[in-house]
């Protein structure tokens, strides 16, 4: 969740402004949620440090101009959001300054054994690391790999899934290790770098190194080496290329990432439609020889998930158990070496799944992972990854990813019959229909909705069949973004406890496609407006019981992907009229790599 930036310049006339260029790097990284952020640079052998709480925005550097630095986005864990709490953390004798991301589960008896000897300035587990890694760094002989060896030491005494780097301002050194959280490298013509997520490097480099777990690396101005955090042993780094270009991680004349994701949804299913159908024949292989399939996912991948089971049984007859994340190995006596787990993620970090995914192969089942970052966790662990290409998202809430990953399934929903033309050709219709909807008159209509409901606390999104997963992304796209209570159901269960909370004026959102659903969800709606509820239908063709209308094309097993997008849109008015930032909802963070 955290973000990590860290950086070593080439030696020059002129030193690199390394605190500058950990800064930018920080705001690359803002998307994954954060609540303070921090600074340490070398200066003359000591420590220069700078940290806030609150957002970056257009703050600039005080530190001094230095060629090595690193960098940190915190978001809170162990200890509130204070500036003794934000990253870095220094040792006693502030030679060190750490930063981390994870949880160190074991730091209460750590902090219980240092407490004596140490100075503790925060209420963090993370100092608890600085002044750990202090005492091995005082044991460790001296010699040019000194500080990655007492890393390696401190590294090894940590519980939980944790990635630390450190500068050691004596050395002009970086070191890092991880378990768990991410942690990639960068190879720059100018230096090399450190961070969290490659999408943060690409300004600098696409050649990349990502760090497995159990792995530490030393890094200096010239050279990055890798070792076995566990043995000490030296290992030769893989180096990388990666695709993306650091334009596609601007906002190009966009006012937010999310109305520029929003308006990409058309040209990354074109692309998917024209490109993917060898992804979508591998992927349709994989559930055809398997004995039993699960998906799995959390947050709106749990959605994409949910409608695996829809879009599979619908067009292929195949059955797909479904478990979020964070639930999934209560399932587990049920995954065999027969079995095929689909693993939904944007980030390909998101630990719930992460976890489910190893428990899966170690009872011997196969993995498709349906993943946007190449190169992360869940793609190195998946036997097929699956890129679901909608490129760099930056923006916390997923938009583009969700739509992409539908697609996907759709298309080998249709190759597992045959007909993957088919399904390819319902992709692009879908293109199609959601460039006009974000051009005409229908965006208006929606921001208009917006207008009438922003100063309600409550609203709910009823679907049935197909349009239940979707009912559920639509209330947490707008609940994350607006801060509205949405909540998301099947149609079929207003009468079970849900009706008892519509009162005269609760907004209440209908998706209708025209198909087998469609008699039983308009029931459910006349029955939410005798009771007084604003309804606001999502459908072909109106309604008498629709107070709003938002008309969308019939595409049949593709209403998904467009009847998602006035959700979007509606989430994101909601969220200007009430003052919030889209980009950065209170709390939430893009990459959920703790428990």
């Not at 899934?161 to 070191?175: E, M, P, R, W």
């Not at 009912?471 to 159901?489: D, N, P, Q, T, W």
């Not at 029931?523 to 938002?550: C, N, T, V, W």
Request: hydrophobic share 45%; proline share 4%.
């Amino acid at each position: 969740m955290c973000g990590i930036f860290g950086y070593v310049g080439r030696s020059s006339e002129t030193l690199t402004d390394a605190a500058g260029v950990v800064l930018q790097g920080l705001k690359k990284l803002e998307y994954r949620g954060y609540d303070s952020w921090g600074i340490a640079v070398a200066d003359n052998g000591c420590v220069a440090l700078q940290k806030h709480v609150g957002k970056i925005g257009e703050a600039i550097t005080r530190l001094p101009t230095s060629e090595i630095g690193l960098g940190h986005t915190r978001w809170a864990t162990h200890g509130g959001v204070t500036e003794p709490n934000a990253h870095p953390h220094l040792d006693c004798t502030e030679r060190l300054a750490l930063i981390h991301n994870g949880i160190v589960s074991n730091y209460r008896e750590l902090r219980d054994a240092l407490h004596s000897s140490h100075r503790f300035r925060s209420e963090t587990d993370t100092e608890v690391v600085a002044h750990l890694l202090e005492d091995c760094l005082a044991r460790t002989p001296a010699g040019p790999d000194r500080l990655v060896t007492a890393v390696m030491a401190a590294f090894r005494q940590l519980d939980g899934l944790n990635a630390i780097a450190v500068l050691d301002v004596s050395t002009g050194q970086l070191a890092a290790a991880k378990s768990g959280s991410p942690l990639v490298l960068g190879w720059g013509e100018e230096g090399n770098f450190l961070a969290s997520d490659y999408s943060a490097l690409l300004e600098h480099t696409r050649r990349v190194t990502f760090v497995e777990d159990r792995q530490a690396t030393l890094i200096g101005p010239d050279t990055i080496r890798l070792f076995d955090a566990d043995s000490g042993a030296e290992i030769s780094p893989a180096v990388t290329e990666v695709e993306w270009e650091a334009a596609a991680t601007e906002l190009s004349g966009y006012p937010d990432f999310m109305t520029k994701e929003i308006h990409e949804q058309p040209a990354v299913l074109r692309r998917l439609a024209a490109g993917w159908h060898g992804e979508a024949q591998r992927l349709a292989a994989m559930v055809r020889e398997a004995r039993d399939v699960f998906a799995v996912g959390c947050g709106t991948a749990s959605h994409a998930a949910i409608a695996a089971q829809y879009l599979l049984a619908r067009i292929a007859r195949r059955q797909v158990t479904f478990a979020t994340g964070s639930e999934f190995s209560y399932l587990g006596d049920f995954v065999t070496d027969g079995s095929l787990v689909l693993a939904f993620s944007q980030s390909g970090e998101t630990i719930d799944v992460i976890d489910s995914v190893r428990a899966a192969r170690q009872r011997g089942a196969r993995v498709a992972a349906l993943v946007n970052v190449e190169g992360s966790t869940l793609w190195r662990l998946a036997d097929s990854a699956v890129p679901i290409g909608a490129g760099p998202e930056r923006c916390v809430l997923a938009t583009k990813s969700f739509t992409a990953k539908i697609a996907i399934l759709l298309m080998a929903a249709h190759e597992l019959i045959g007909r993957l033309d088919t399904g390819a050709a319902l992709v692009r219709c879908a293109a199609d229909e959601i460039e006009r909807l974000l051009g005409d008159e229908r965006r208006d209509v929606i921001r208009q909705i917006a207008e009438r409901i922003h100063r309600r606390e409550h609203l709910f999104v009823i679907g049935r069949g197909p349009s239940y997963p979707l009912a559920l992304e639509a209330a947490l796209k707008i609940k994350e973004v607006s801060y509205v209570h949405a909540e998301g159901f099947a149609g079929g269960e207003l009468k079970h406890g849900v009706i008892a909370l519509i009162e005269p004026g609760t907004p209440a959102l209908v998706l209708a496609p025209r198909d087998e659903t469609y008699d039983d969800v308009m029931s459910g709606a006349m029955q939410l407006k005798a009771r007084g509820a604003m309804i606001i239908g999502i459908s072909p063709e109106p309604h008498e019981a629709f107070d709003a209308f938002i008309p969308v094309a019939d595409l049949g097993s593709a209403a998904a992907i467009v009847n998602a997008v006035p959700a979007q849109l509606l989430g994101y008015y909601l969220a200007l009229l009430r003052g919030h930032d889209p980009d950065k909802p209170r709390n939430l963070a893009k990459s959920v790599t703790v428990k």
